[in-house]
């Protein structure tokens, strides 16, 4: 595996459904980050994991939010009853440790109709 | 509250001419910077990485540099080509430890 890679690359939901997104980091990187770009914006950071703990949850954007990273690699981020405002493509980085230069999967891109 | 600015927002550059692209911070206690591309409807590659104890990085025809006492970093592209064209990124890992991304500079290189 040669780098990032993220699932699904496109993700069109219902408002109020349930929707999950999972990143692939690079294989032995212990660090990796999820971001959101919404259409017009900057890079919003979400959250970030070294190992499996998640250092700072503040960037999520509500509580309807939220991300897990089990076994030191593969993460989801959930995102429950989805609004509208969700829609942006949502990205996944990895760095060999917090700090080191970051490589991004291609991201996912949600709509929520 | 760390805040990451660049300007210009969009820039276009006829092929061949040396540039410029500007990233500016409001906290200069920051762990480190980095510049990406991004391409429309792609992902972001990253470019360099400067660590807050360096004042340079080069990478081929790009060169970044880093002031952070005066909050400032850019990023020179040499020669440039039209495959240059993309989204130019700077990030900074705030002392929060939160990374905090400009809204980037939209380059265009004129055939």
């Known amino acids: 595996g040669a780098g990032v890679s993220q699932s699904p690359s496109n993700k069109v939901t219902e408002k109020g459904k349930d929707v999950e997104l999972r990143c692939d980091p690079i294989s032995g990187h212990t660090a990796l980050y999820w971001y959101r770009q919404s259409l017009g914006q900057g890079l919003e950071f979400l959250i970030y994991f070294q190992g499996n703990s998640a250092p700072d949850k503040s960037g999520l954007p509500s509580d309807r939010f939220s991300a897990e990273r089990t076994g030191g690699s593969v993460s989801t981020l959930t995102i429950q009853r989805t609004q509208q405002e969700d829609s942006a493509v949502y990205l996944c980085?990895?760095?060999?440790?917090?700090?080191?230069?970051?490589?991004f999967g291609p991201g996912t891109r949600l709509t929520v109709t | 509250k760390q805040e990451v600015t660049q300007i210009p927002a969009a820039l276009s550059v006829p092929e061949g001419e040396n540039l410029v692209l500007n990233c500016s911070f409001t906290d200069s206690a920051i762990y480190n910077l980095q510049w990406f591309r991004q391409d429309p409807g792609k992902g972001l590659t990253s470019l360099l990485l400067i660590q807050s104890s360096q004042r340079e990085q080069t990478s081929g025809r790009l060169n970044a540099s880093l002031d952070k006492s005066s909050g400032r970093s850019t990023l020179y592209i040499a020669a440039s080509q039209p495959g240059d064209s993309a989204t130019y990124l700077c990030?900074?890992?705030?002392?929060?430890?939160?990374?905090?991304f400009g809204k980037g500079t939209r380059l265009h290189i004129l055939p």
């Open positions: 990030a900074v890992r705030s002392r929060d430890d939160k990374i905090i």
């Open positions: 980085a990895s760095s060999l440790a917090h700090g080191y230069e970051q490589y």
